[in-house]
């Protein structure tokens, strides 16, 4: 677990002001304000943030500093991070994405059967996007409590129950 997590990224400027399009990777969208300052991943720019509406595939807002459409468009792919202890603590059962990235995945016997390369949520919950050595493609597996039993942070593993046919 690292000690800094990626709550957004700015998509470019939104209008002629210095407003930028945020997507937001939080719960709640609008929570990603909350959380400020907000700081590059470089460490290099820090920003707080007041969000002015719900835009297509995102949030208007506006960032401390900015005030041109250039200004705007020059962070455009920025990813913006927080500390982790300005983070809410999470019941035993949740997890945060940045977490499972990158765990090593096992079947109930041990078997190796991949990495999680992603966490995707395409509306039905999510799924762990699964890669590895031997695999063709990489596999969706659903986050559910009956097809991944265990999540093991501290020893970088989860414990997989897939269902008959997908790996």
């Known amino acids: 677990m690292t000690d800094r997590v990626c709550v957004g990224a700015i998509g470019g400027?939104?209008?002629?002001?210095?407003q930028v399009r945020l997507k937001?990777?939080?719960?709640?969208?609008?929570?990603?304000a909350t959380y400020a300052p907000l700081e590059t991943e470089d460490g290099s720019m820090e920003f707080s943030v007041q969000i002015?509406?719900?835009?297509?595939n995102g949030l208007?807002?506006?960032l401390s500093?900015?005030?041109?459409?250039?200004?705007?468009?020059a962070l455009r792919g920025i990813r913006l991070f927080v500390p982790r202890t300005r983070l809410p603590a999470?019941?035993?059962?949740?997890?945060?994405?940045?977490d499972l990235i990158g765990l090593d995945v096992v079947d109930t016997g041990g078997t190796a059967l991949g990495r999680v390369k992603a966490v995707l949520n395409h509306g039905a919950g999510d799924l762990l996007?699964?890669?590895g050595?031997?695999?063709k493609a990489t596999v969706l597996l659903p986050f559910t409590q009956q097809a991944v039993p265990t999540v093991d942070l501290a020893a970088g593993r989860i414990v997989a129950d897939p269902p008959e046919g997908l790996f």
């Open 133 to 135: 050595p031997g695999l």
């Open 13 to 18: 400027a939104f209008g002629v002001k210095g």
């Open 129 to 131: 996007e699964i890669h």
């Open 90 to 98: 999470l019941p035993d059962d949740e997890f945060y994405h940045t």
């Open 24 to 32: 937001s990777f939080t719960a709640h969208p609008e929570d990603i």
């Open 52 to 56: 002015e509406g719900a835009i297509t």
């Open 60 to 62: 208007a807002a506006r």
């Open 65 to 73: 500093g900015i005030s041109t459409k250039e200004q705007a468009d």
